[in-house]
């Protein structure tokens, strides 16, 4: 599994193609749900929303969106009849670069998001498809500048705790999410390549996403804060 | 079937040519699957995407097109993602020869970012962050190449010292050259290369958090580098 992982994950910094057939043949870890049935709430702060684009044919230019919300209806007997909205303020977005040019502003402006007007970016789940023990296609209404498209996820699910490993009387759930759209979809169409030139920023837009979801254990009294996880 | 999903992931991004080197061990799954980063987008037409076709010599980082990211597993359910934003790079580029080329970076360690704000609306943890680093003893993390070996046309594995918390090790990154351009606006050459390293943390003295955070960290960088 740790070699497969690998591959996979290297393959994603060569830009190149591993073909299955050359990854070891090792039968995949089993799934195990520990978390019941019921509404979770996302966890911002266990929560990343990873955004890349081509410049210029060159870097993937990778910024985030801060701040997200949202909440999981998740099915532990039959997950795929789990479903899930998720909201990102787009008033939240952070690129790496602090010198003297405000990328993050430019980025919100009217000509691109537009967060004035529209400071949400939203996902809501119609369908999921399972397509393997901790994996599923996540079909859903993307709304971006107010245009709404569907999008599909691919979903890994990586772990479950029912309580809190410290004892915190919480069930969480996590998960890795991955998808791609086009921004011309959206309206979005400031700096897109000329025609055979390159140039500009990619039409393809990549969202890398890490989630986790949180939910109390009923019948038990509510959680004290938890000194030991500094983020929470 | 999580295989499928990857190799489906890659397939799907058009990927063009073939790994060659030696994967580096995944992030430790703490009982959950490590999901990968996507695979990255093709490059097209107005890059070229042979090393040879850059001019030889020094370049410089662009801040404004790069970005280090880094990635530790939170007790099995996430890849806890974080930057570092404050950081410059040379590098010496031999287009006829690579393996000869040379790079240094240096990463401010009070540079960290993370999206956690408390609910006072302060980065605190960013700091708490960077203290464990020994930012304030060591305020820089740096890397020096010392050797470079091709694994591919556009791929090879640098190995150099990395220097964090004060205490140097040797850690080698996977890198891959993403294709160079002569840029109009700027006037100048343009090459581009991610990179990507698993560190153990506790190698270099950092083990905060240990109960509930990975040993490994995953470090991804994409930088665009201006010719001099």
């Known amino acids: 599994m740790t070699a497969r992982l690998a591959l996979a994950a290297t393959a994603f910094v060569l830009a190149a193609c591993t073909p299955p057939a050359s990854e070891p043949e090792t039968p995949p870890a089993p799934v195990v749900v520990n978390a019941p049935s019921g509404e979770y709430a996302l966890d911002p702060n266990h929560t990343s929303v990873t955004v890349r684009v081509s410049h210029f044919g060159l870097s993937h230019y990778t910024l985030r969106f801060n701040t997200a919300s949202g909440t999981l209806n998740f099915n532990a007997e039959d997950p795929a009849q789990s479903s899930i909205e998720a909201s990102v303020a787009t008033t939240s977005l952070d690129t790496p670069y602090g010198g003297p040019r405000d990328f993050d502003a430019e980025l919100q402006n009217s000509e691109w998001l537009d967060s004035a007007s529209f400071p949400a970016a939203t996902f809501r789940s119609t369908a999921v498809e399972q397509t393997g023990p901790g994996a599923a296609n996540v079909t859903g209404d993307l709304t971006i500048r107010g245009v709404t498209h569907p999008i599909t996820l691919a979903v890994t699910y990586n772990a479950s705790h029912s309580p809190h490993p410290m004892g915190v009387q919480i069930s969480l759930i996590g998960f890795s999410a991955r998808g791609t759209f086009n921004r011309s979809d959206y309206g979005l169409n400031v700096l897109q390549p000329t025609a055979g030139a390159n140039d500009g920023v990619s039409n393809d837009v990549e969202l890398i996403i890490e989630a986790e979801f949180t939910r109390p254990i009923e019948n038990t009294p509510a959680p004290a804060n938890t000194p030991a996880e500094p983020v929470n | ?228």
């Not at chain 2, 397939?11 to 490590?34: K, R």
């Not at chain 2, 090393?51 to 939170?74: E, F, K, L």
């Not at chain 2, 991610?194 to 905060?208: D, K, L």
Request: aromatic letters at 6%; one cysteine or more; glycine letters at 8%.
């Open chain 2, 1 to 228: 079937m999580r295989k499928m999903i990857i190799a489906a992931a890659l397939l799907a991004a058009a990927c063009a040519t073939a790994p060659a080197a030696a994967p580096a061990p995944a992030p430790q799954t703490n009982g959950g699957a490590v999901s990968p980063v996507p695979a990255a987008i093709a490059p097209a037409d107005g890059t070229s995407l042979n090393p040879a076709d850059a001019p030889a010599g020094a370049y410089t980082m662009d801040p404004r097109h790069a970005s280090v990211v880094w990635r530790v597993r939170h007790t099995g359910l996430s890849l806890f993602t974080a930057r570092f934003d404050t950081f410059e790079g040379a590098l010496n580029f031999d287009p006829q020869n690579p393996a000869n080329s040379s790079v240094t970076a240096s990463i401010a360690a009070n540079s960290v970012s993370t999206n956690v704000v408390n609910r006072n609306g302060e980065h605190a943890f960013d700091h708490d962050i960077a203290n464990t680093l020994g930012a304030e003893a060591n305020p820089n993390i740096t890397f020096v190449s010392r050797s470079i070996e091709l694994t591919g046309p556009t791929t090879g594995l640098i190995t150099g010292d990395l220097t964090l918390n004060g205490q140097t090790h040797p850690a080698t990154l996977e890198a891959s050259f993403h294709g160079g351009r002569f840029i109009q606006l700027r006037g100048k050459n343009v090459i581009a290369f991610s990179a990507r390293t698993i560190i153990n943390r506790s190698q270099w003295g950092v083990t905060n958090w240990a109960l509930f955070t990975g040993d490994q960290v995953e470090i991804l960088i994409d930088a665009e580098f201006i010719k001099d």
